[in-house]
């Protein structure tokens, strides 16, 4: 089953007149269906991506066919949140894996930024059903977030844009990121941005090479993350700035060297650079391409960079790169949008103070810390930033406790999949 491409996973559900189902941790993994043993056993024996992730929900969107999914990893802080991917995917096996990773992420990301959210992610597998109405296909997406009962809050992510987000809040109140025109925050991209570059300016700090300015820096990806990164990166005075992205329509950006590439091309990563910045798909970062990196800086948007996150940050290590894990650095996404619900302050002092030198929990003051407890430990920047994300996810919600885990099980108790 684990090999199936989607549209024949769904043509496997729709044949066993399964809807929605569930794979849930409640001590052991279940499944909602005995015909779904196969991926409760793969969660089971899988030792790398499945972290006892609390719900995985899936349908099959009544009117468009397309495989929707909510992944929800840790919600003791508070409720699952994180994007909503549209996405293509080989097989089951690298959908479940690529929810499984990224809602992970999300938790570890939350608890480092000090939300009081939980960790989730939504995933949509592109090529299955009919993608002829794409509000539609978002509109069933919101019904299905409003089915789990808010388990998961629902936001933007990679193939997914505010505008589908409109869609979704049309349907569901489990949402962030919505249009500024319906009271929301809208492109989380911008704020991540300039996060990022407090990231890159730490890992400087850190390393003693001074700031930006004078800089090379190499993006790979220019979309909404990297765009305005090259426009941060020119206002601190970065003297080189070399991009590539597989869409030649992002050919034109003033002050960049642009590559378009194939699919699959990191060359950009062996730039001649200070730093690198991975701003397209996760995965990039692993034995093909870390021995050819040249700049003694890794720090970017892009999310699960590590192809194996156990072995790939200390072969980075290992080769005197500096790696800044990407749950440390690209948190300014969620954290515009997860609050969007309190009310906006022009500037806001609580987005402001994760972006500056004043607040110990701020991107620049974390990442410091980080680096320096690596310094006298040994271990790499991501295993110190993983362990204290891990501590401080298991904290509880100060008004809820552990909410999302008990509406899960109402969930299950009252035949959700049913
Ligand atoms: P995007 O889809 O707007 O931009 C990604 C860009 O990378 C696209 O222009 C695409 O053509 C390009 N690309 C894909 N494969 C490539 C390759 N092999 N080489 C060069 N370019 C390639 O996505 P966005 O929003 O900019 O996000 C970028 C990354 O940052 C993603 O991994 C995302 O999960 C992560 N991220 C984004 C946040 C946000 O606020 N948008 C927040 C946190 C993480």
Redesign the pocket.
């Known amino acids: 089953m684990l090999d199936l491409p989607l549209d024949r996973f769904c043509d496997f559900l729709a044949e066993q007149g399964i809807r929605r189902f569930w794979l849930v941790w409640d001590g052991e993994v279940r499944a909602s269906h005995p015909a779904l043993e196969p991926l409760a056993r793969f969660l089971r024996e899988d030792r790398r991506d499945f972290d006892r992730h609390e719900g995985i929900f899936g349908q099959l969107a009544p009117e468009t066919g397309v495989l929707q999914a909510a992944f929800v990893h840790r919600t003791c802080r508070g409720q699952g949140a994180g994007g909503v991917r549209f996405w293509r995917y080989a097989n089951v096996e690298d959908f479940l894996r690529d929810g499984l990773r990224l809602a992970k992420g999300m938790t570890l990301k939350n608890a480092l930024a000090g939300l009081w959210w939980g960790g989730g992610k939504g995933v949509m597998a592109q090529g299955t059903g009919t993608s002829a109405d794409r509000r539609r296909i978002y509109e069933e997406y919101g019904d299905f977030i409003t089915s789990i009962q808010g388990c998961y809050v629902t936001a933007e ?2 193939g997914t844009s505010v505008e589908d987000m409109a869609a979704v809040f049309s349907r569901t109140r489990f949402t962030t990121c919505i249009p500024p025109a319906l009271g929301g925050s809208g492109n ?2 911008v704020p ?1 941005a300039r996060g990022v570059v407090r990231g890159m300016e730490a890992a400087l700090a850190h390393l003693g090479l001074g700031t930006l300015a004078g800089k090379t820096v190499a993006v ?7 765009e305005p990164l090259v426009g941060f990166l020119r206002e601190k005075g970065v003297a080189r700035i070399v991009g ?4 030649p329509g ?1 050919q034109a950006l003033p002050g960049v060297e642009v590559r378009i ?1 194939e ?4 060359s ?1 990563l062996f730039e001649k650079a200070d730093i690198v910045a991975p ?4 995965g990039v970062l692993g034995p093909a391409t870390i021995p050819r990196i040249q700049a003694p800086v890794v720090c970017g ?3 699960n960079q590590l192809e194996d996150p156990e072995r790939d940050d200390v072969l980075l290590q290992e080769r005197g790169i500096l790696y800044l894990p ?1 749950f440390l650095v ?1 948190r300014m ?2 954290v515009n949008c997860a609050d969007e619900q309190y009310g906006f302050v022009e500037p806001d002092p609580r987005v402001e103070a994760h972006l500056g030198n004043g607040w110990e929990n701020s991107v620049y003051n974390l990442s410091l810390s980080v680096l320096e407890k690596a310094r006298r430990t040994g271990r790499t920047p991501a295993r110190v930033a993983l362990d204290l994300a891990e501590q401080r996810s298991r904290e509880l919600h100060p008004v809820w406790g552990h909410r999302g885990a008990e509406i899960i099980r109402s969930l299950v108790r009252n035949g959700w999949a049913a």
């Open positions: 992510d990679v989380p991209s991540t790979q990806g220019l979309g909404h993350v990297g590539s992205d597989i869409d992002r590439v699919r699959g091309d990191s950009i701003c397209a798909t996760g948007a892009a999310n990407d690209n996404g969620i």
